[in-house]
């Protein structure tokens, strides 16, 4: 039997390099990547063409106009996604898409600005396949920026040969819509009895598929705890709800060609690694103690990332000499009580606020552990990129941190295991995790294997991109 193509188009809010806030960006920007190295398989990715994107005006092509209601135009271009063959669609329209940044501030706009702005997005990309993408037969819709897709598919009669899958990426963020504002941009949604939207329950409720970023999470949602209001649907919609893990580029994420850490190494040269931990130090402006374990973290500065642990046992740390550079920024008083420690215990602590890649980088690269104690974690790719630069994770076992995470174990001579993992919710167990780590890596040699087998996982998009395209083929063969 002759295998169908599979013609796919990915929705989404961001995509890097293009637009990231997150790790949405790094899935979308790396993913179709590797999918599109299978047989009979073509890919391409939509995504509003924001402000910030104007500087492609030499890198892009005008595709065509969609004629919207209310007197709106979208002008479609295109672009490649750099280092890569595959097409970018951008969507122009200056009142909801192309004015502003990917996420519009609540405090500065009303309530229902990034919902009103991802409809029109949504409605938007309806006419796109009608029109210029006729043929597609698989969308793959990306959190709730698209959530609304699969429903405005299944209300389209010339567009019922089209299966879709939805990802949650994180469904704590859920695009909760008032209805009369959904009703204003012509989406009516008959079945809604209370006067809310919810994106992603329309994402769930309508798509052919349910994925999530990594198996644990699509099981921790089944719970109240993870799962919130949308237990009960997902439950209903559990034969058809899959985990897959996420992977990371590999070729981006490479100690041995990475140009933005000062010194390149390898598992056959790991010792040359100690060089980035002087660096680090010197820039972090500590006391260079090339024995003292270092423990590094880049991360967005929130409860849920368990970071109000890591505040309670900064003074422990200090005692026993430990230090932590930490890069991230988010909940200001977060932000306050670390930099308050940083000035209380400067040969131990240094904060940098604000988000940079090339000091992450570094990060990654001079760091001996790297600390992931969140309380949820849909996937996690810090603790993978990590990994790869031969930093051992300390983890809360939890989403995909627990299904990439493998706890340390000696049996006999061998070291089992790439990291270290606990399960309790508080700073105490937290800081009995860091100080067991901390016994390992006093011994050379049980550090050193611990860190090859870091060094030795596998965390390509190749696994990933071969379950999903498993999942399209289930969908139109």
């Not at 209601?69 to 750099?82: E, H, S």
């Not at 790869?388 to 493998?406: E, F, Q």
């Amino acid at each position: 039997m002759v295998e169908r193509n599979i013609n796919i188009l990915f929705i989404s809010a961001e995509c890097a390099p293009l637009a990231k806030i997150g790790g949405l960006a790094d899935v979308v920007g790396a993913l179709p990547k590797a999918l599109v190295k299978h047989q009979n398989t073509s890919l391409d990715i939509c995504l509003p063409l924001y402000k910030h994107l104007t500087h492609l005006k030499n890198k892009k092509n005008f595709v065509g106009l969609l004629r919207m209601g209310r007197n709106q135009n979208v002008k479609i271009y295109k672009t490649l996604l750099p280092s890569s063959d595959i097409t970018v669609y951008l969507f122009f329209n200056k009142k909801y898409l192309s004015d502003k940044n990917i996420y519009l501030n609540p405090h500065t706009h009303s309530s229902d600005s990034n919902q009103e702005r991802f409809g029109f997005f949504n409605l938007a990309f309806i006419e796109f396949l009608k029109k210029i993408k006729p043929n597609t037969n698989i969308i793959h819709c990306h959190d709730w920026h698209a959530g609304l897709i699969p429903y405005l598919i299944k209300k389209e009669t010339k567009l019922a040969h089209i299966k879709t899958v939805f990802t949650i990426h994180n469904i704590n963020n859920q695009g909760i819509w008032l209805k009369t504002q959904a009703q204003k941009l012509n989406i009516n949604f008959p079945k809604v009895k209370n006067k809310y939207i919810n994106f992603i329950e329309t994402g769930i409720r309508y798509a052919n598929y349910v994925t999530t970023v990594s198996p644990s999470y699509a099981k921790e949602i089944l719970i109240k705890k993870y799962g919130y209001n949308l237990v009960p649907l997902l439950k209903q919609k559990k034969s058809r709800l899959v985990g897959i893990l996420n992977g990371i580029d590999v070729e981006e994420f490479n100690p041995a060609t990475d140009k933005k850490i000062d010194y390149n190494y390898n598992i056959k040269t790991l010792s040359i690694k100690n060089k980035n931990k002087t660096k680090l130090q010197i820039i972090a402006g500590l006391p260079i103690k090339p024995k003292k374990l270092l423990l590094g973290a880049v991360t967005r500065l929130y409860e849920q990332k368990g970071l109000d642990w890591l505040v309670e046992i900064i003074p422990l740390l200090a005692k026993i000499k430990i230090q932590v550079v930490l890069l991230g920024t988010g909940d200001k008083m977060l932000e306050k009580k670390f930099k308050f420690l940083q000035n209380k215990y400067p040969d131990y602590l240094r904060v940098f606020i604000g988000f940079d890649i090339k000091l992450a980088q570094k990060i990654y690269a001079g760091s001996d552990a790297f600390l992931v104690p969140s309380r949820f974690e849909p996937c996690g790719l810090t603790q993978m990129i990590a990994m790869r630069y031969g930093t051992v994770p300390i983890i809360r076992a939890t989403g995909g941190l627990k299904d990439s995470v493998v706890p340390f174990k000696k049996i006999k001579d061998k070291i089992i295991g790439n990291g270290f993992t606990f399960t309790q919710e508080n700073s105490q167990t937290l800081f009995k995790t860091i100080a067991k780590a901390m016994k390992v890596y006093n011994n050379y040699d049980n550090w050193f294997n611990l860190q090859k087998n870091c060094m030795n996982e596998d965390f390509s998009w190749e696994t990933s991109a071969k379950k999903y395209i498993a999942l399209y083929k289930k969908l139109i063969h």
